[in-house]
């Protein structure tokens, strides 16, 4: 290589790698281009063994480690030939930095010594150095990136650029995950592999979508068909969500995120799915069908007559794609898949929270004299499995293991009823004998009493409110069965 003064001078590398995947052919493409090698230890050894003459870094540092083996690396000779903004011929210079780090996610669950012992220090000194002089040098992070090097070879300043910040970010990720799961922090914030989706909630917005935790959903989807969109990914969130509560078998149509078709199986899927698409037909076009089960040929031709924007099932088999494929729906695959923690960031402030995946009950607790039958109580736990999805304040109503009426979104818990029984009479269902169930504690009796008008028997809620004595009389007087919960479920 030519310096600033027209000498030519010995290209040299720098590798310390954990991952040794590929790491005999790209030394021995580097060795062709020109680069002398320099190596840790446990680098040196591997390549020596491939038979690729590679150098000790005890040759630069004059000692081969410190901190009982722990770190080779962190010596001022090394850094300052990472680090020298310019390369003179007499003086030695590393050129390009090959590193990836200890496998510390792999170590997540073995125990915290094993954590710790996965805890890198010089790797991550070394990627920020290389990252820090990019104008002069280049990092390599990643295995993955060892053949488009050599394919661009030699890298200009744009594309070392670009090698820095795909470095720093590997920096950011794993201080992030060592935060996370050795210090149990909530900083979690780096998104892998991001990729544009067509737009965001609206056509005007740009929209991305990426991994922030390994494994996540992303890793349980299978796209057979179509490109999922920014708001296919938050009803298939929720559509997943929901029918992993309510079990195997189950069928549920979303839309906007809420469910507006639900129904526990009844023995057989294409009933299964009549039930909860005659939840509300109306609402069901153009939403999310997801699918706890299989669909095969015969679900599929059931299916088929409907317009849905996108259709997901656990597995879609061939007859019954060959058939759905015809649709403009996307088509997914999905096994279930829950985060322990939800991020929101929003105008500059990230919210996190405790993901609600328990149950969503503390205990049933009847505070009436009227007893829920069997089969009610039935209802009562699918209605609650599905009220916690609906976006609050949300009351709906259940029939036979079947969503009858939805009233959600409102800033009314008594409108929030009142457009229930609407949607219930304008699927035409009946409401007699039905499960009332609201996400949060019913402030006056005024509901209650709405419901009991109607015909309905069973209302759930949480409880808490100073006016619960109200609501309970005017259950006992109603004849009706009161259960209260104890564990509100909104979702804003």
Not at 34 to 45: D, F, M, R, V, W
Not at 185 to 205: S, T
């Amino acid at each position: 290589m030519h310096d600033n003064f027209g000498e030519v001078r010995t290209l040299k590398a720098l590798l310390s790698v954990s991952d040794k995947r590929d790491l005999d052919r790209f030394a021995a493409s580097l060795t062709k281009l020109g680069y002398e090698l320099y190596a840790t230890s446990g680098t040196a050894k591997y390549l020596s063994e491939q038979g690729i003459k590679v150098n000790p870094l005890s040759t630069i540092t004059g000692f081969s480690s410190m901190a009982d083996g722990r770190v080779k690396t962190l010596n001022e000779k090394i850094f300052s030939m990472i680090l020298d903004p310019v390369a003179r011929e007499g003086e030695e210079h590393f050129d390009l930095v090959v590193v990836n780090l200890y496998p510390f996610l792999e170590s997540v669950g073995k125990g915290e010594n094993e954590m710790i012992e996965n805890f890198d220090v010089g790797g991550v000194a070394l990627l920020r150095a290389g990252a820090k002089n990019f104008s002069r040098v280049t990092v390599i992070s990643s295995p993955t990136q060892y053949d488009e090097f050599l394919n661009l070879y030699p890298l200009n300043l744009e594309k070392r650029k670009a090698y820095a910040r795909i470095a720093l970010k590997e920096v950011i990720k794993y201080d992030s995950n060592i935060l996370t799961y050795l210090f149990d922090d909530p900083f979690q914030v780096i998104a892998e592999e991001v990729k544009a989706l067509r737009y965001g909630e609206n056509p005007h917005q740009s929209a991305y979508v990426g991994r922030v935790e390994n494994p996540s959903v992303i890793d349980n989807l299978r796209v057979l068909k179509g490109e999922l969109s920014y708001n296919n990914y938050l009803d298939l969130l929720a559509g997943s969500r929901m029918v992993n509560g309510l079990g195997n078998g189950c069928v549920v149509i979303v839309k906007h995120a809420n469910p507006c078709g639900a129904s526990a199986f009844v023995g057989e899927m294409t009933r299964t799915f009549k039930m909860a698409f005659s939840s509300d037909p109306k609402s069901a076009y153009g939403g999310v069908l997801c699918i706890n089960a299989s669909i095969d040929e015969k679900l599929a031709k059931e299916i088929e007559p409907h317009f849905f924007d996108l259709i997901m099932a656990r597995e879609i088999k061939n007859e019954a794609f060959e058939i759905l494929k015809r649709k403009k729906a996307s088509l997914v695959e999905f096994s279930p898949y829950f985060s322990n923690r939800e991020w929101r960031i929003l105008d500059g402030i990230a919210l996190i929270q405790e993901a609600d995946l328990g149950k969503p009950f503390e205990k049933l607790e009847n505070v009436t004299s009227r007893k829920a039958s069997e089969e009610e109580m039935k209802d009562v736990r699918f209605g609650l499995e599905l009220v916690r999805h609906a976006k609050s304040n949300s009351v709906i109503l259940v029939r036979n293991g079947m969503l009858i009426g939805l009233g959600a979104g409102q800033v009314s818990r008594v409108d929030a009823v009142k457009i229930a029984f609407e949607k219930a009479k304008e699927g035409g269902h009946d409401v007699k004998g039905s499960v009332m169930i609201s996400d949060g504690f019913f402030p006056f009796a005024d509901s209650v009493k709405y419901g009991i008008e109607k015909g309905v028997k069973v209302f759930v809620e949480p409880g808490g409110s100073k006016r619960d004595e109200e609501t309970i009389n005017v259950c006992e007087e109603g004849k009706a069965t009161l259960i209260f919960t104890h564990k509100r479920i909104f979702k804003h």
